[in-house]
């Protein structure tokens, strides 16, 4: 009788833990559904406002500024040093096959398909991402967005639609420039156990590049630029109340921002295999 008892009271606390289990299931699908749709609200305010009238090109400008020029420094110590340890990686192998003088078209493709926009957007991703949703995050915890509301001002119109513009328009400009510093790195790692003209590497570089090469880079970055934005703007718009939640807002917009603009690579790639 007393074994039976046990075994009715566990059947009883194992229905107990799974129907708990089923209940905290069911919470997190019901989270997950309503953070997609205000991803997808907030999303679909962006781009209403971005076509709607009175653009904030003065504030538009300011955001170009701090994106694009004060990332320079950043990018620039990166394309350089991406086109170095590309070239002297790949140059020994290219030795034993006594293809040398493939090497600077071989970095100069790999920087202007994939290294340069995906470095250069993951880049951006960690130091503009997060920069965006502490600050978004700070004006919401000190309730200077809802100040915003209250007299009638749009913030997002005002916030988030020229932050978005103008990391879609500079992350391409900066892969770009990534990329000029790439080759320019290779042609310094290149002369580091060689010599060789900076004439003669460029005709090299650029004797097996075409245009159509160029053409996904440039279109896969400004999506990188736009993913980049609308995750930095999304985290910080929506931040919870209290100063944690700022650094909080700083680290998830950058670990979406990066996973995202992987995913986005990803896909590019597929559809640029297709044509």
């Known amino acids: ?17 799974l129907t708990d289990t ?31 009238r009175g653009f904030e090109f003065r504030e538009f400008l300011k955001q170009c500024f ?29 030795v034993d096959f006594g293809a040398v003088n493939m090497l600077p078209s071989m970095v100069t493709i790999s920087l202007i398909r994939e290294m340069g ?13 997060s920069s965006m949703g502490a600050e978004l995050g700070s004006m919401r915890v000190t309730e200077q967005i809802d100040a915003m509301e209250v007299s009638s001002t749009n913030p997002i119109k005002f916030l ?17 420039y990534a990329d000029a510093l790439g080759i320019f790195g290779g042609w310094l790692a290149a002369n580091i156990k060689g010599d060789i003209s ?19 880079a440039v279109i896969k ?15 910080g718009y929506h931040a919870s109340a209290g100063t944690e939640s700022v650094g909080v807002a700083a680290n998830t917009a ?14 590019a790639v597929q559809i640029t295999d297709l044509l």
């Open 1 to 17: 009788m007393q074994q039976y008892k046990r075994v009715k009271n566990y059947a009883r606390g194992r229905s107990i833990a």
């Open 22 to 52: 089923s209940v905290e299931h069911t919470v997190s699908f019901k989270k997950f559904l309503v953070n997609l749709a205000d991803v997808f609200l907030f999303v679909t305010q962006v781009f209403r406002n971005t076509f709607a």
């Open 66 to 94: 701090q994106i694009g020029n004060k990332s320079l420094g950043l990018i620039s110590i990166t394309g350089i040093i991406i086109g170095l340890v590309l070239t002297i990686q790949s140059r020994p192998v290219l």
């Open 117 to 129: 926009p995906v470095i250069t957007a993951l880049i951006c991703a960690g130091k503009i991402g």
């Open 160 to 176: 988030v639609v020229p932050r978005v513009l103008a990391c879609t328009l500079m992350i391409p400009l900066l892969t770009l």
């Open 198 to 216: 900076a004439v003669l590497f460029l005709t090299q570089a650029f004797r097996d590049v075409e245009f159509i090469d160029l053409i996904p």
């Open 221 to 235: 970055s400004f999506f990188f630029g736009m993913v980049i934005a609308l995750v930095g703007c999304y985290k």
């Open 254 to 267: 950058v670990v979406m921002a990066s996973l995202l603009v992987i995913f986005v690579d990803l896909i």
